[in-house]
């Protein structure tokens, strides 16, 4: 495996790396005039193609939405559901975002809205949901234009709900919208998206975030500086740091425990597996690994960076010094088989023993 391969892999998570098949300069000379009610940071040429769908009456049947969490998937999808059942557009296409349908889709509590969404992340979308959803999508319209069903994170779908949801594309209604996110929509069936209208959401330039935070959150520089970069770009996640203290806690919290646990011994590191897992609801254990895992994932891609040279920004800016002394102990395929390594215990997080995981994990980095 190449230097190359796991950056590039590691995007999954943090980067959505492909790009859409449009005329993207094209898109944005047009926005210029035509960002009216979608408020949308960073993907415009997105908003102005949907915009465009509905102004030249090319709706599809189906979109999906794809990017990693945090990018803005759901909120372009609330956005897209805005524009075709607005009450008082302020043109073709273009949602007033005041009228009562608009502030009830931001809710995700309209009438015509149907939302189908795994109890936590990390858990499954079951067929029993998609055959509700197929019931519902049945009947006309209550009170706007069209039905909308947002299916959120559908790689989380198991199999069956997948096969279920493709009849309803099979068969489409006319009246009837469906709007996906997912992370990679190579995690879906194939026969699902080659009927949805794809659009790969990239995360914004990290400079732009920057501006964005001063600007519109007024956050000081050196700490949007600082969001920014570990958010990756995602407006969405820096969003949530900014809005949640208690997030930018718990990312600290795991951070320290990475440099901690580095330097501790083997009793110590399953000592500290058992905290994290024993006594604990398999969900909530689950979901807290997941956090932990993606932020220690974050410092081990910046170990490979630091190791290979590149000049690809670090994440983790704040704690560039330990990063740095920490490449100088290891070579650049270590580094590169621990970010592999996260990588797998990230896609067994499911169905894993999770304190047998961690302990595996844990005892197989090195002391330094």
Excluded at 47 to 52: F, H, I, N, S, T
Excluded at 127 to 147: C, F, G, M, N, W
Excluded at 273 to 299: Q, V
Aim: proline share 3%; aromatic share 8%; with cysteine.
């Amino acid at each position: 495996m190449t230097i190359s391969f796991f950056l590039s892999n590691f995007d999954i998570f943090f980067n959505s790396h492909a790009s859409t098949i449009v005329d993207c300069q094209e898109l944005l000379d047009a926005l210029k005039w035509h960002d009216m009610g979608w408020d949308i940071l960073g993907h415009e040429w997105a908003a102005e193609m949907l915009r465009q769908h509905i102004a030249q009456g090319t709706r599809k049947h189906a979109y999906l939405f794809a990017g990693p969490p945090g990018v803005g998937r759901r909120t372009l999808a609330l956005r897209f559901a805005q524009a075709v059942n607005c009450l008082q557009p302020t043109e073709i296409g273009a949602p007033c975002g005041t009228c009562r349908t608009c502030q009830q889709i931001a809710r995700m509590q309209q009438a015509d809205l149907t939302i189908v969404q795994s109890e936590a992340v990390g858990e499954s979308i079951k067929v029993d949901q998609i055959r509700d959803l197929r019931r519902t999508l049945a009947l006309a319209p209550y009170e706007s234009a069209y039905r909308v069903a947002l299916l959120l994170r559908f790689n989380e779908a198991t199999e069956e709900a997948q096969n279920a949801l493709l009849k309803t594309m099979e068969e489409p209604n006319p009246k009837v919208l469906l709007l996906l996110t997912v992370d990679e929509p190579e995690n879906l069936r194939a026969t699902i998206v080659s009927r949805c209208e794809l659009l790969r959401l990239r995360p914004m330039p990290i400079e732009e975030l920057r501006s964005v935070l001063i600007e519109r959150k007024g956050v000081a520089e050196e700490r949007a500086h600082l969001i920014a970069h570990v958010a990756g770009g995602r407006p969405g996640y820096a969003f949530r740091f900014i809005e949640d203290e208690g997030l930018w806690a718990s990312r600290d919290a795991w951070v320290n425990d990475f440099f901690t646990l580095l330097d501790s011994n083997l009793r110590k590191r399953l000592a500290y597996s058992e905290s994290k897992t024993r006594g604990k609801e398999r969900a909530e254990a689950r979901l807290e690994l997941r956090d932990g895992l993606a932020h220690w994932l974050s410092l081990w891609r910046d170990v490979l960076l630091k190791c290979s040279g590149s000049s690809t920004a670090l994440t983790n800016i704040d704690r560039e010094r330990e990063i740095t002394r920490l490449a100088e102990r290891l070579s650049e395929r270590d580094a590169a088989y621990f970010v592999g390594r996260l990588e797998h215990n990230f896609a067994r997080l499911a169905t894993a023993n999770l304190q047998l995981m961690l302990d595996n994990l844990l005892l197989g980095w090195p002391r330094i």
